[in-house]
């Protein structure tokens, strides 16, 4: 099949990244272990993020959109900066192509249209519960 050719594969991409629709995945980076990112939440330690100001936040929530219903954020990763390009791509396709647009559960959309993301609020995730390569859990 022509679709399983390397060639035909580079092509694709050349023509998709000319056009500015590839973006390149990344894997985000955990910050908080899940359960704890669960408790802000539950605990009402968070912020309801604009997506144009997710980068670095840590998100509170499960992040997936369907198609293809894979999630691609777990509650305590931090977000970077290629999640947050594909979110502002997905806004922008949702406003041009109503009813075409891709619906992604974990964002939450106001009565003027913009999206947000509830995230770690900035001291929930500074009092010692995070866990990375420099601390442990307290």
Avoid at 1 to 18: F, G, I, N, Q, T
Avoid at 24 to 43: C, F, G, I, R, T
Avoid at 116 to 131: P, R
Wanted: charged share 20%.
């Amino acid at each position: 099949l022509e679709s399983h050719d390397p060639a035909y594969l580079a092509r694709v991409r050349a023509r998709a990244e000319k056009a500015g629709l590839w973006l390149e995945l990344s894997v985000p980076s955990k910050y908080l272990e899940s359960a704890d990112a669960y408790a802000q939440m539950a605990h009402s330690a968070i912020d309801r993020v604009p997506i144009d100001e997710l980068e670095g936040r840590v998100t509170a929530v499960l992040l997936t959109p369907y198609p293809p219903g894979i999630p691609l954020l777990i509650p305590g990763e931090r977000i970077n900066a290629t999640i947050v390009r594909y979110l502002q791509f997905a806004r922008d396709l949702n406003a041009r192509f109503p009813g075409f647009g891709t619906d992604i559960h974990g964002l939450a959309k106001d009565d003027a249209g913009a999206y947000f993301l509830d995230c770690v609020a900035h001291n929930a995730h500074t009092t010692g519960l995070h866990t990375n390569a420099n601390t442990q859990r307290t």
